[in-house]
């Protein structure tokens, strides 16, 4: 298998196992087409999360999501880098 179909699957198997979890739980309330109709903030859509990898975890890591919420917990915003760490692997 070609490193960058591995690089695919380890990005989604960590998503959908570990990240998504994460962000149905402190996400989707306010991002599943409340503010877009085409539903591309749906960041429980590994396509969606793995376009937005980067500011997702730009983002959490400078607390200003959740907007209106808590700063999440420092293992949780590692998991949003794990996942960016893992998306950057795919060519």
Request: aromatic share 8%; glycine share 4%; proline share 4%.
């Amino acid at each position: 298998m070609p490193d960058n179909d591995q690089a695919l699957i380890e990005a989604q198997n960590y998503f959908n196992n570990t990240l998504r979890p994460v962000i149905v739980d402190k996400c989707v309330s306010c991002h599943e087409g409340k503010h877009n109709k085409n539903d591309r903030f749906n960041f429980s859509v590994f396509t969606n999360a793995r376009n937005s990898a980067t500011s997702m975890f730009n983002q959490v890591d400078a607390g200003t999501m959740p907007k209106d919420g808590d700063k999440l917990p420092q293992s949780e915003i590692d998991m949003f880098e794990e996942f960016r760490d893992l998306v950057n692997k795919i060519n």
